[in-house]
């Protein structure tokens, strides 16, 4: 009894061990692929589709692109973790993500990048429509050479120009139903292209030492904070305005500006805010950007939201 008791510990030691690994380097891979901003494109994704459709789009062509959509964005922000590795080691933010933390290592992230990206390309292509693949294909070369690699490390614009990647969505669900890109659909573009910067910037502001200490000239890093909050509410202005032109394009009925004028107000109301207490010299905890960042969430999503039950209701 005694020898098979002493010997327990060493063989399920192993077993143990093996298990774990395996659940760290799957976890490592999902990490990767950044699943909460993969949330964010669908939200913009889906509701064109309605709106495009004036209605219900059929339900496989929506599951379709989803999943086209997931791939190719997932594709996109693997290559964006492999490129920014050095980064993400010095910020606190990403610091435990799967290539600082060693769970999968940079070539393998590269692959399965390369993966990710030809499926999305040929699901994309041979389930929905080649102009919606060539779409997507371009949105994850913007975001990769010309956001990540080009302009990321060179300039505080890098997020507004940067930016447009996370824009295509909308004209990727417009094309699923349509074939085609209309105005309405560059509306949506311009909506999430004016949101962008306001989003991305409170949460610049959070994690401004993270940001300087890895030497990326985020807006927050590089002025004053008085200065970005005035851009701030600028970009917002232009977003509830863009927001409102959707209403005479695109036919809608009440529902849809009634939303944009009351979410628009509160997103207006949180960037005044902000810069008021900016202005007073307010730093840090006190200057309490999250709010504005957790705004804005809810703002776009109450805007597409709003855009797809709108058809609905007519």
């Known amino acids: 009894m ?11 030691a192993p077993a143990v061990a093996e298990s774990v690994r395996w659940r760290d380097v799957v976890s490592g891979y999902v990490g990767l692929t950044k699943p909460r901003i993969i949330e964010l494109l669908l939200v913009t994704t889906v509701p064109a589709m309605f709106l495009a459709a004036g209605g219900v789009p059929p339900l496989l062509l929506v599951l379709a692109t989803m999943v086209g959509g997931c791939f190719a964005a997932a594709s996109a922000n693997v290559f964006n973790c492999v490129l920014d590795r050095d980064i993400d080691e010095r910020m606190r933010r990403t610091r435990r993500r799967p290539l600082p933390r060693h769970t999968v290592g940079p070539r393998a992230a590269t692959v399965f990048g390369v993966v990710l990206g030809i499926a999305a390309t040929l699901w994309l292509g041979l389930f929905v429509n080649w102009l919606s693949a060539a779409l997507a294909l371009g949105a994850n070369a913007f975001y990769v050479f010309v956001y990540t690699i080009w302009l990321k490390r060179r300039t505080s614009q890098n997020i507004v120009w940067g930016g447009i990647a996370g824009c295509f969505p909308p004209l990727i669900g417009w094309t699923a139903v349509t074939g085609s890109v209309g105005l309405a659909p560059f509306i949506l573009f311009a909506i999430v292209f004016f949101w962008t910067p306001p989003h991305t910037w409170a949460l610049a502001f959070r994690y401004r030492e993270d940001y300087a200490a890895a030497e990326v000239p985020m807006l927050p890093v590089v002025m004053a904070a008085p200065a970005v909050a005035v851009r701030i509410l600028v970009y917002s202005v232009l977003t509830v305005a863009t927001s409102l032109a959707l209403w005479p394009v695109a036919g809608t ?22 810069l008021r207490r900016a202005t007073a010299g307010l730093l840090g905890s006190e200057l309490r950007p999250m709010r504005l960042f957790h705004w804005s969430n809810s703002y776009l999503a109450l805007i597409f939201v709003a855009a797809a039950v709108d058809p609905l209701l007519r």
């Not at 005694?2 to 399920?12: E, K, L, M, N, R």
């Not at 009925?253 to 902000?274: D, F, I, K, N, R």
Request: net charge negative; glycine share 6%; charged share 5%.
């Open 2 to 12: 005694t020898s098979i008791d002493a010997s327990a510990p060493t063989t399920a």
């Open 253 to 274: 009925g009440w529902l849809y500006p009634t939303v944009a004028v009351l979410a628009g107000a509160a997103l207006l109301w949180e960037s005044w805010q902000l």
